[in-house]
Structures are given as structure tokens and as C-alpha cells.
């Protein structure tokens, strides 16, 4: 069975798939990503469409890329003239099939363990993002004591040199 590759891409960053997926065709490895993107975006495993904005799966194998879609919605990318020519499809049948719950992915298969790697990761960068903000409030504030400290230290000396004058 040929090898197929998921990389995800947000501007010129690419998280690069270096082990693929088996899967029978390309018309398989398009659907598998469709299905990804589903459950990238579903709420009931903790997906968000506006934490994927502007980013997008790429599907690639042996030959190159051949599908690319947008994961969150909405999706702004900025090609450059030197830019290779991509053929970039929204998930239409998604939008044609009537409304039910996006089928979840198999807790073994390698997709699945890759979204709940992301999502593992994003939850941590907003634990870092979280723990910066705090720490550069923390620093303002001592900032700001050590600036009373020296404006008062400043006064005390004035006041003694006055006082040694007299």
C-alpha cells in the first residue's frame, strides 16, 4: 500500500509527518484528511476551529503533494510569486452531507494519536502563554517597587547632605 504524509502548515512553519499512513489510495488519503480536519474542529474532543485559523493539511506521498485544505475557519495564506502552484480544496463533501456527528477517528490509528498530540501541545503553549503573562506582570510590579525604592533612597540622601550642610 502506498505511504501517505499529513504535514500541517500555518504560514511558512510546517510540522513535517515524517512517518505517514498506509492507506490505499488518494482518494483515501484525501477522505482520512477531511476526517482529520472534522475532528480537529469538533468541540466534543476538544477541537476549535478558530485555535486552527489559518492553518492547513497538507497531503502529500512518494510523488509530492497533491490535496491541501484549510483546518480552521478562516483561512488566509499569502503566496509569494516563487510560491509553488498548490491545488487547494475546501471540504465540500462536508458541507454537502446532512447534519450528524463527525465520525471519530480510531483511538489506535496514528491520526488520531497525532491530534491529541497538537492538541496536547497547544494546551501547553496556553499554559506557557498564561505563566509569561504572569511573570511579566510579577516583574512590572518589582519594576516599579525598586522604582519607588530609588526615588525614596534618592530623597534620604538629599535630606542628609541638607542635614550635614547645616
Request: glycine content about 4%; hydrophobic content about 40%.
Amino acid at each position: 500500500m502506498p505511504l501517505y504524509f499529513f504535514h500541517l502548515n500555518f504560514g511558512h512553519r510546517v510540522l513535517p509527518d515524517e512517518e505517514g499512513v498506509e492507506l490505499l489510495n488518494r482518494s483515501a488519503a484525501r477522505e482520512e484528511a477531511l476526517a482529520v480536519v472534522r475532528d480537529l474542529a469538533d468541540p466534543k474532543i476538544g477541537g476549535n476551529t478558530r485555535r486552527w485559523a489559518s492553518w492547513f493539511l497538507q497531503v502529500a506521498d512518494d510523488e509530492g503533494q497533491f490535496f491541501r485544505t484549510p483546518i480552521g475557519h478562516p483561512a488566509l495564506e499569502i503566496v509569494g510569486p516563487d510560491a509553488p502552484e498548490l491545488q487547494t480544496q475546501e471540504p465540500k463533501a462536508q458541507q454537502r452531507r446532512p447534519a450528524r456527528a463527525a465520525p471519530s477517528l480510531p483511538d489506535g490509528s496514528r491520526s488520531a494519536a497525532l491530534v491529541r498530540e497538537l492538541l496536547a501541545r497547544q494546551q501547553h503553549a496556553a499554559q506557557l502563554l498564561e505563566r509569561n503573562r504572569q511573570l511579566r506582570q510579577e516583574l512590572s510590579s518589582v519594576f516599579l517597587i525598586s522604582e519607588r525604592m530609588r526615588v525614596r533612597a534618592r530623597q534620604l540622601v538629599a535630606q542628609s547632605r541638607l542635614a550635614s550642610c547645616r
